[in-house]
């Protein structure tokens, strides 16, 4: 009975009804706040970037319970950062170069498709090459990973260690280690969310200076 519920509702979301749900939320928001959408136009300064997961049940400003303009948003498959994602690498270096963001956070969450997808061995396409940056981390964690028999608990491990591997790679980039060494106001931390409670979980995994990340990752101030 849910399913056929839910999916009477997805039917209801068609190409013309976005267009009116936009005109209708214009519409209430106008009414409660007239000069809301000057406000917004008139410039961000977001002091927080999210890097989280693409999947559609977990929006940034929802469940956070903020507003337009609060949050500066990049998500991929699986909230994965890498190296060499210069799409990443451009939102990190225009939020905290540019918008001053005060805090970036890597935000995972439970029951997350890609992280379940990189667990098993099974093909699904393009996508395979983009999941062998989460098999990493299972490879680079794999003394613990291989003590978690159910399958559930594992994937839930893998969310955290994930969201905490990616956090530990946008301290190490040379965008977030400048930002440190001129004095900028600057926290990572790694997050995770629940779909089940709609509750987020610090992982209580930060660094707000060069002395919170791995010596080897240290590089000197560009000058």
Known sequence: MCAKLEKQETDKITYEGLLQGNRDWVAATLQEDPAFFDRLSAGQAPPVLWIGCSDSRVPANQITNTMPGDIF???????VVTHTDMNLLSVLDYSVNVLKVKHIIVCGHY????VNAALGDKQVGLIDNWLRNIKDVIRLHEREMQTIKDPQKRSNRLVELNA?????NVMSTSIVQNAWASGQELSVHAWVYSLESGLITDLKVSASGPDDISPVFKMQAHK
């Open 73 to 79: 948003v990049h998500r991929n498959i699986a909230n």
């Open 111 to 114: 029951g997350c498709g890609g």
């Open 164 to 168: 905490i591997e990616g956090a530990a």
